[in-house]
């Protein structure tokens, strides 16, 4: 087994989708999600690689603006500049997930 490159990896989905189309969490929510991931990050200067970035589509458009965590593989849909916060306090810092943006079981 290859060893991972980031300790944690935050893909947030930018996808945007034509007027008219199926609804997508759009460049205009994500990308202000990946720049508030990128300076907490970077203001914290953890001694772990964390890395976030923006995505393509993450098939749960619905529900977006949606972001996973990896290797976990944790879903957050729903998400708000307000919740950045509480995800890398919780979930990036001290591996606890927030069971309130998690993906319902039944998306999957």
Same mark, same amino acid.
């Given at each position: 087994?290859?060893?991972?490159?980031?300790?944690?990896?935050?893909?947030?989905?930018?996808?945007? /989708? @034509?007027?008219?189309?199926?609804?997508?969490?759009?460049?205009?929510? &994500?990308?202000? +999600? %990946?720049?508030?991931?990128?300076?907490?990050?970077?203001?914290?200067?953890?001694?772990?690689?964390? /890395? @976030?970035?923006?995505?393509?589509?993450?098939?749960?458009?619905?529900? &977006?603006?949606? +972001? %996973?965590?990896?290797?976990?593989?944790?879903?957050?849909?729903?998400?708000?500049?307000?919740?950045?916060?509480?995800?890398?306090?919780?979930?990036?810092?001290?591996?606890?997930?927030?069971?309130? +943006?998690?993906?319902?079981?039944?998306?999957?």
């Amino acid at each position: 087994m290859h060893p991972l490159k980031f300790d944690k990896h935050i893909f947030i989905c930018t996808h945007q /989708r @034509a007027p008219g189309e199926k609804q997508s969490c759009g460049e205009q929510h &994500g990308l202000g +999600l %990946v720049a508030a991931f990128k300076k907490l990050i970077k203001d914290h200067q953890l001694p772990v690689k964390i /890395r @976030a970035q923006r995505a393509g589509c993450l098939d749960v458009c619905t529900l &977006g603006p949606t +972001l %996973v965590v990896y290797p976990e593989g944790i879903f957050y849909v729903g998400v708000t500049l307000n919740d950045v916060q509480e995800i890398f306090e919780s979930h990036i810092l001290n591996n606890r997930v927030v069971e309130r +943006l998690l993906l319902p079981t039944s998306k999957v």
